[in-house]
C-alpha cells in the first residue's frame, strides 16, 4: 500500500522525510513495528475500533444479565480482594471478566499509538488522535468505577455508554484517515457536496440525539444491571416515543441524504446507502425489542447496532469533510 503523502501541509501535519535515523530499539525486532506500513497501521486502528464495539456488546451483557453489581467495589472487585470470590457467583465472573477485557482494549491501544508513533513521516494529527483514544480507555473505566460506586445510577451509566460512543467514533476517523492519507478537504466544493456535507453533518447530529435518548429510555425500562439499581423516574413508554421520534428524523434525512447523492452522482452514495441500510436494520431490531418485552439477546444487538450506526455516521461525515469529490457512479 501507498505510504503518506510526504508534504508538510495545515491539515495532515506531516514531516518531510530526511530526519535523522531513529535509534536501534526492541520495537525494532518486532514484526511490523519497525517501520510500520498504512497497512500495518490502519490493522491495529481497525482493531481499535472493533474492540470498543465489542466492550459494548460484552458491557450491555453485564447490565442485562444483572451483574452490574456483581463486583460491588471499584477499583477492586471487593473491599478485600481484586477478583472475586465464590459467594459472588456468576455475577461476580461476568462483572470481572467484563473488567479484564478493558486491558486487551488497552494493549490493542498502545500497540496503535506505537505503530502510529513510529510511522514515517510523521503525521501529528494522527499521532494526537491515537494518543486521545488510548487516554480515553482510563477515563471510560473511571467512570465505570463510578458507576458501581453510585449503585448503578442511571445518569451515570448513560455517560458511560456515551463516552464507549465517543471512543468509536474517534475510532472510526482514525481509521479513515489511515486507509484514505492522501485526501485532503475540497477547498471549493460544488453546492450538491456543500449540501450533502451540511446534511451528513446534521444525520451525525441525530444519530447522537437517537443515542442518547435511547439510553434515557434504558434507564427508565427493566434493565438496571441489578435488582435494586434505581431507575431515572421517567415514563417509559413516553421516553420511547420520544427516541422513536428522533430516529423518524434521523431517517428521513437519511433518506434524503442518499436521493440526494445519487441525483447528484457523489462518490459518497454508496456510503449514504450503508449507512440507511443500518438505520433500518437497528431500527427494525428496536421494533421487534420493544415488542416482545426486550429479551436479553435483542437487547445487546441493539446496543452493538448503536455503535455501528454511530460508526457509520462518522464515516459518512468524515468522507463528506474530507474528500468531497464530484463523481459519476
Not at 145 to 156: E, M, R
Not at 303 to 326: C, D, N
Request: charged share 15%; with cysteine.
Amino acid at each position: 500500500m501507498s505510504s503518506v503523502t510526504t508534504h508538510n501541509s495545515p491539515s495532515t501535519g506531516a514531516v518531510p522525510e530526511g530526519m535523522p535515523d531513529r535509534k536501534p530499539s526492541f520495537l525494532d525486532r518486532i514484526p511490523g513495528f519497525a517501520r510500520p506500513t498504512d497497512r500495518f497501521m490502519t490493522g491495529w486502528a481497525i482493531a481499535l475500533l472493533v474492540s470498543n464495539i465489542g466492550i459494548v456488546a460484552t458491557g450491555g451483557a453485564v447490565r442485562l444479565t444483572k451483574s452490574g453489581l456483581g463486583c460491588p467495589t471499584w477499583p477492586r472487585c471487593t473491599a478485600e480482594s481484586v477478583v472475586p470470590h465464590a459467594e459472588l457467583g456468576i455475577h461476580g465472573v461476568i462483572e470481572f471478566g467484563n473488567r479484564m477485557l478493558t486491558w486487551v482494549l488497552t494493549v490493542i491501544a498502545i500497540a496503535t499509538v506505537i505503530a502510529i508513533w513510529r510511522r514515517r513521516p510523521i503525521v501529528r494529527f494522527d499521532r494526537r488522535l491515537s494518543v486521545l483514544l488510548a487516554l480515553g480507555i482510563p477515563f471510560q473505566g473511571v467512570i465505570g468505577g463510578i458507576t458501581v460506586l453510585t449503585d448503578l445510577n442511571p445518569w451515570v451509566v448513560a455517560l458511560h455508554f456515551l463516552l464507549s460512543m465517543a471512543l468509536v467514533s474517534g475510532a472510526t476517523w482514525l481509521v479513515y484517515r489511515l486507509r484514505h492519507p492522501h485526501e485532503q478537504s475540497d477547498v471549493s466544493p460544488g453546492l450538491p457536496t456543500r449540501l450533502g456535507r451540511d446534511l451528513s453533518w446534521f444525520v451525525y447530529a441525530m444519530t447522537w440525539a437517537a443515542t442518547y435518548l435511547g439510553t434515557v429510555v434504558t434507564g427508565s425500562g427493566p434493565h438496571a444491571g441489578d435488582e435494586d439499581a434505581p431507575r431515572n423516574g421517567l415514563d417509559p413508554a413516553n421516553a420511547t416515543q420520544l427516541h422513536a421520534d428522533a430516529v423518524f428524523i434521523l431517517l428521513g434525512a437519511a433518506i434524503a441524504l442518499v436521493i440526494g447523492t445519487r441525483a447528484a452522482r457523489l462518490r459518497q452514495f454508496r456510503t449514504t446507502l450503508v449507512f440507511l441500510g443500518l438505520l433500518l436494520s437497528q431500527g427494525l431490531i428496536g421494533a421487534i425489542q420493544y415488542a416482545t418485552d426486550l429479551p436479553i439477546a435483542l437487547v445487546i444487538a441493539h446496543m452493538t447496532g448503536s455503535a455501528l450506526l454511530v460508526t457509520g455516521a462518522t464515516w459518512l461525515v468524515i468522507s463528506f469533510s474530507r474528500g468531497s469529490h464530484e463523481t459519476e457512479l
